[in-house]
């Protein structure tokens, strides 16, 4: 179990770039790497996370865990790469606004955001190779990729998925394989647990009387979790009305912008919020509201993860596994360009940063840690230089 935790959370303070890169740097950790499981048990578990609420990237690292060591394993690889970030946002929450001032702190960041640009186009093209070899899964990639590139957004996220879904469940099923001889069952005991926090919580809190704070803070972020899908920005709008009038925009600004430059997941804007939404105990604060806005995700992956194998199994679900695979390639091609591309390369300079990022990466093997160094002391040294690396 220390081995999982140490894994992730030596990942978790250098995972910068958002969900699509996150996933780039599970692949290559988990898959290229350290083999833990092949490419396409590592598809199964991204398409299965793209349908249940909650933050994308780190549902399939709670999975990357569970597969190598259960329910412990999840926990432990949630925490490894959850707790940089945390820690970071509590610093960022004490100090307020003081380290975003530093000189050379914007050229740092841009500099981290060229190494994702590297990251999500190795995870791409390595993802394209594997799961669009058929014509088929090919055009269901790219009319992906084309269909997000032009009208982005969480519906047509939706959309696409499900109809990737209905077409390999019609044209990609093996027509020779067998049903499986288990009947896939899902766990009950977090659904049930998922169902008394989302429906008996709020209700608690509406019958007693009196005003209970710590809990009315964690219902609230428990729902926030619950509704975002696709996570990392879509958590932005579901927040803001959470948070209403309680926080002064320029707190909630700070905060998001945050939460955007340091490594992990996005949801530790979480941890931000907390810690101002209740004063009195603002470490409690923190911390409860980071839980409660990833639980929603965990537990509803829960229900199904561990019986997974044997829903994959029928014929028309790998059918329909297959379409989405190739249609969550097209997503991660769509994320490259916007915003990972679009937000980092601003000129010649950063472009042919991250051709020789891709050269390290690709034929020199040059491990993601002197990456994230290398390109950290490059962003910082360019800017020193007077290199306008920010357009």
């Known amino acids: 179990m220390f081995a999982i935790f140490?894994?992730?959370?030596?990942?978790?303070?250098?995972?910068?770039?958002?969900?699509?890169?996150?996933?780039?740097?599970?692949?290559?950790?988990?898959?290229?790497?350290?083999?833990?499981?092949?490419?396409?048990?590592?598809?199964?578990?991204?398409?299965?996370?793209?349908?249940?609420?909650?933050?994308?990237?780190?549902?399939?690292?709670?999975?990357?865990?569970?597969?190598?060591?259960?329910?412990?394993?999840?926990?432990?690889?949630f925490l490894g790469f959850t707790l940089p970030s945390v820690l970071i946002m509590l610093a960022l929450a004490t100090l307020s606004s003081r380290l975003t001032d530093l000189s050379g702190f914007d050229h740092v960041v841009h500099g981290l955001k060229l190494l994702a640009v590297v990251v999500v186009i190795d995870a791409t093209w390595g993802m394209f190779k594997n799961f669009c070899q058929r014509r088929l899964t090919?055009?269901?990639?790219?009319?992906?990729?084309?269909?997000?590139?032009?009208?982005?957004?969480?519906?047509?996220?939706?959309?696409?998925l499900l109809l990737a879904l209905l077409i390999g469940a019609r044209w990609l099923k093996t027509e020779d394989s067998t049903e499986p001889g288990a009947v896939f069952t899902p766990t009950r005991w977090p659904l049930l647990l998922f169902v008394l926090i989302f429906v008996g919580l709020p209700l608690a809190l509406s019958a007693l009387p009196g005003h209970w704070p710590v809990a009315t803070l964690f219902s609230d972020f428990f729902q926030a979790g619950t509704l975002v899908f696709g996570g990392g920005h879509v958590v932005l709008p579901l927040l803001q009305s959470l948070v209403g009038d309680q926080l002064s925009q320029d707190t909630f600004l700070t905060g998001y912008a945050a939460a955007q430059a340091v490594p992990g997941p996005m949801f530790t804007f979480?941890?931000?919020?907390?810690?101002?939404?209740?004063?009195?105990?603002?470490?409690?604060?923190?911390?409860?509201?980071?839980?409660?806005?990833?639980?929603?995700?965990?537990?509803?992956?829960?229900?199904?993860?561990?019986?997974?194998?044997?829903?994959?199994?029928?014929?028309?679900?790998?059918?329909?596994?297959?379409?989405?695979?190739?249609?969550?390639?097209?997503?991660?091609?769509?994320?490259?360009?916007?915003?990972?591309?679009?937000?980092a390369v601003l000129n010649g300079t950063d472009?042919?940063?991250?051709?020789?990022?891709?050269?390290?990466?690709?034929?020199?093997?040059?491990?993601?840690?002197?990456?994230?160094?290398?390109?950290?002391?490059?962003?910082?040294?360019?800017?020193?230089?007077?290199?306008?690396?920010?357009?």
């Not at 303070?13 to 996933?23: C, L």
């Not at 029928?314 to 190739?326: D, S, T």
């Not at 472009?351 to 990456?371: E, R």
Request: net charge positive; with cysteine.
């Open 6 to 77: 140490m894994t992730f959370f030596s990942l978790g303070w250098i995972s910068f770039g958002g969900p699509a890169a996150h996933i780039g740097y599970f692949r290559q950790a988990f898959v290229e790497k350290r083999q833990w499981l092949s490419d396409h048990e590592y598809a199964h578990l991204v398409a299965l996370s793209q349908f249940l609420p909650g933050p994308g990237s780190s549902q399939v690292g709670f999975a990357l865990g569970y597969h190598r060591g259960g329910l412990g394993g999840a926990c432990m690889a």
């Open 138 to 160: 090919a055009f269901l990639c790219a009319i992906t990729a084309m269909t997000l590139m032009i009208a982005p957004g969480l519906g047509t996220q939706i959309g696409m």
């Open 270 to 343: 979480a941890t931000y919020l907390g810690y101002a939404l209740l004063p009195s105990a603002p470490i409690l604060g923190a911390l409860l509201a980071t839980l409660a806005i990833f639980l929603p995700g965990f537990l509803l992956l829960l229900t199904v993860l561990a019986h997974w194998k044997t829903l994959a199994a029928y014929p028309r679900v790998a059918g329909a596994l297959q379409g989405i695979n190739a249609a969550v390639v097209g997503l991660l091609l769509s994320a490259l360009y916007q915003p990972v591309f679009t937000s």
């Open 351 to 391: 472009a042919a940063l991250v051709v020789a990022g891709l050269f390290l990466l690709k034929q020199w093997k040059l491990p993601i840690l002197w990456l994230v160094i290398g390109f950290m002391l490059t962003g910082w040294g360019l800017g020193s230089a007077g290199v306008n690396l920010l357009g």
